[in-house]
């Protein structure tokens, strides 16, 4: 049976309902072998749902909209009513269960990427639910290189957990002050994916830090509020303004790559084209080069 296919920009018609939209991926999930992919797959919906379940978001868990299985990781959407809780607690709590998870498992760690992002998806009951531009970024956001920096340089002991939020969610939803997440605690990122047309702001926001995380400034949840360090005034011959990097308080934006606050240790690097700090041992040029536990060949490095 064919389906009729909308002409665009011939008619006007009604917009597809908005949904939140949440996913996860785990790291190093190729290079595992065969025989572990099957349960590994099963094991990372349960830890999300045990999560929501500590969350106090029993309701979510059991109104997802169009949820899917990806084999590495999880999709689904819901009302986005629920975003500023998914925000906080939600992020913090799912960290939690995997640190649980991981200190405890004989089997290989879990550690998970997640992205949330929010926009207009059919959701009729219809093959095809929940496809469209929002979905498809929500999957660009969570393999872009700033989350996978992120997780690739802290420590597998600490940080299990790395997410990224969409502009949009961040805007109407952090900036709006309806969470629990306080906007000290995200950094901006230009979120790229290597071979892909793709680019878009968005911010980070890990758990747990570890290691050159924490000396960078990426904030545990712990800690007080406002204490991030701020960026130190770049010296004489550093890129002026208009350069494609900017430092204001405790904010930055990069053109490219992976933004941190803070002094950045030596083990962290990231490079992106013509996009140089002279100030406190930070590089950006192009491509993904971070040191600490990302393994090299073998898989796509997640």
């Known amino acids: ?26 790291k190093d999930f190729t290079g595992l072998p065969a025989a572990q992919h099957g349960p590994v797959s099963q094991l990372i919906p349960q830890l999300v749902d045990q999560a929501l379940e500590r969350a106090g978001l029993h309701q979510l868990r059991d109104a997802q909209r169009f949820p899917a299985n990806t084999g590495d990781g999880v999709v689904f959407g819901f009302d986005p009513v629920h975003l500023p809780f998914v925000l906080w607690p939600f992020l913090g709590v799912l960290d939690d269960v995997l640190g649980s998870y991981n200190r405890q498992a004989v089997g290989p760690r879990i550690r998970l990427r997640a992205s949330v992002h929010v926009g207009p998806l059919p959701d009729g009951g219809e093959p095809g639910d929940g496809n469209g531009t929002a979905r498809n970024d929500m999957h660009r956001l969570l393999d872009s290189r700033p989350v996978k920096a992120i997780l690739a340089a802290a420590s597998e002991e600490v940080t299990h957990l790395a997410a990224i939020v969409s502009e949009r969610v961040y805007e109407d939803v952090v900036l709006g002050a309806y969470t629990g997440l306080h906007p000290d605690r995200c950094v901006e990122v230009s979120a790229t994916v290597e071979g892909k047309n793709f680019s878009q702001r968005a911010w ?8 050159n995380l924490v000396r960078a400034g990426v904030q545990p949840r712990e800690e007080p509020v406002g204490t991030v360090p701020a960026v130190p005034a770049a ?3 550093a890129p002026d303004e208009g350069s494609g990097t900017e430092y204001t308080g405790n904010s930055q934006h990069v053109g490219e790559g992976a933004a941190v606050m803070g002094n950045v240790g030596r083990d962290f690097t990231y490079t992106a084209p013509a996009t140089t700090y002279r100030g406190t041992n930070q590089h950006w040029g192009s491509g993904d080069n971070v040191a600490g536990d990302k393994r090299a060949g073998g898989g796509d490095h997640r």
């Not at 980070?204 to 290691?211: E, F, I, Q």
Request: charged content about 10%.
């Open 1 to 26: 049976m064919s389906v009729p296919m909308p002409v665009p920009y011939a008619e006007s018609r009604p917009l597809p309902p908005y949904r939140a939209l949440f996913a996860v991926d785990a």
């Open 204 to 211: 980070l926001y890990v758990p747990s830090p570890s290691g």
């Open 235 to 237: 010296p004489a011959g």
